[in-house]
């Protein structure tokens, strides 16, 4: 059995690389799109999520956390009551910004002293934390104004300590690398699978491998396992090229990167040859593709954050195995994530590739 399946695997390769086209949309276009998108690429932010630390009673620092509260754009998620605090919230992404005021805020700016205040900000997505360092910068200036203007300061009463978390320069290449890997590679191993069987039945040598000794589970395994093996090779490839071109730090696991990678082209291969089996010519299949490729993009966060989105379409996002890996591709980046850390992004991403492949297998055999 293995040796059937081997000698479809390498018949599959071989059709691969004679076609000339299929040569070019493996090689070509990644490379192509990873420039574009990360020397090109930019977001904006509707949303920001943030949370207080407030040592000091006085009424001066009540009045600047009443201006944020104020603010349209800025939406409090967490009243923080220790330092400790700080980390997992922002780790975990349940905040963009934790603003942090010292016990001696308002003693200060009472006795006429500069007053220091701290905003700590993730630093993942760079544009949207330059952003939102804006917008608290306006708070933070438009208050120093109120407050001179009231207690007759000559100087600004108030300094601003900001602090990216996790992208301490704010480049943009840091965010949106890592998030090439899992867009190109969703796009190559769609590719490879969603055209496998429509090129068969277009060729007209469908009907051929099913009068050899191939089973339909044999047949299916033998077209999965080169989306696989060139999927993983483009993946690592794009990893490799992030870290050594682009130089984008790598500080986690790479063994959390290998298994998000492996559950991730498992369930796009299930989608590929589901696409794959329900098409008849390999335009059908080329179209099938494209019509899954561009909702799953839009909804997995890689372009606008999926807490802008509406409460619907966000719960919509949980079937889509784009959105995990690719927060299991910029924790391991950014964050230093380890498997254990993954772990909530790792069975859901499995969970899908299980479904998607049983779905695949179903369709294969009644198509057949």
Same mark, same amino acid.
């Given at each position: 059995m293995l040796l059937r399946i081997w000698a479809l695997v390498i018949k599959e390769f071989l059709s691969l690389v004679r076609d000339k086209k299929s040569r070019f949309v493996l090689i070509g276009p990644p490379l192509i799109q990873l420039l574009v998108f990360g020397y090109a690429s930019t977001f904006d932010l509707n949303h920001i999520p943030y949370a207080i630390f407030n040592e000091d009673v006085g009424f001066a620092s009540r009045q600047l956390v009443a201006r944020f509260e104020g603010a349209p754009s800025f939406e409090k998620a967490h009243v923080l009551t220790q330092e400790k605090e700080i980390g997992p919230i922002i780790d975990k992404q349940?905040?963009?910004?934790? +603003? $942090? *005021?010292? +016990?001696?805020?308002?003693? /200060?700016?009472?006795? $006429? %002293?500069? =007053?220091?205040?701290? *905003? +700590?900000?993730?630093?993942?997505?760079? /544009?949207? =934390?330059?952003? =939102?360092?804006?917008? =608290?910068?306006?708070?933070?200036?438009?208050?120093? %104004?109120?407050?001179? /203007?009231?207690?007759?300061?000559?100087?600004?009463?108030?300094?601003? *300590?900001?602090?990216?978390?996790?992208?301490? /320069?704010?480049?943009?290449?840091?965010? *949106?690398?890592?998030g090439i890997v899992s867009l190109l590679t969703l796009v190559i191993t769609l590719l490879v699978t969603g055209l496998s069987v429509a090129r068969e039945r277009e060729q007209g040598t469908f009907d051929q491998l099913l009068v050899t000794p191939f089973t339909p589970t044999e047949i299916l395994i033998g077209k999965a396992l080169p989306g696989l093996i060139i999927g993983a090779l483009e993946g690592f490839l794009i990893v490799i090229l992030a870290i050594y071109w682009f130089k984008v730090p790598f500080v986690g696991s790479i063994i959390a990167l290998a298994i998000g990678l492996f559950l991730f082209l498992l369930a796009a291969i299930g989608i590929g040859l589901m696409i794959s089996s329900l098409s008849l010519t390999q335009q059908q299949g080329l179209l099938g593709v494209f019509l899954f490729l561009v909702p799953s993009i839009i909804l997995s966060g890689f372009a606008t954050p999926i807490a802008n989105m509406p409460l619907l379409v966000q719960k919509l996002t949980l079937i889509n195995p784009m959105r995990y890996f690719l927060i299991i591709v910029r924790g391991v980046f950014l964050q230093g994530d380890r498997v254990i850390d993954l772990w909530p992004q790792f069975w859901p991403l499995a969970l899908i590739a299980l479904f998607t492949m049983t779905i695949a297998t179903w369709l294969f055999r009644h198509r057949i």
């Open positions: 349940e905040v963009l910004m934790v +603003i $942090h *005021i010292p +016990i001696d805020f308002t003693k /200060n700016l009472l006795n $006429h %002293q500069s =007053a220091s205040l701290q *905003i +700590i900000i993730d630093g993942r997505n760079s /544009n949207t =934390a330059t952003l =939102a360092l804006n917008y =608290a910068n306006n708070i933070v200036l438009n208050f120093n %104004q109120f407050w001179a /203007n009231t207690y007759q300061w000559g100087t600004t009463p108030s300094e601003l *300590i900001v602090r990216p978390w996790f992208n301490t /320069n704010l480049l943009s290449r840091w965010f *949106i690398v890592p």
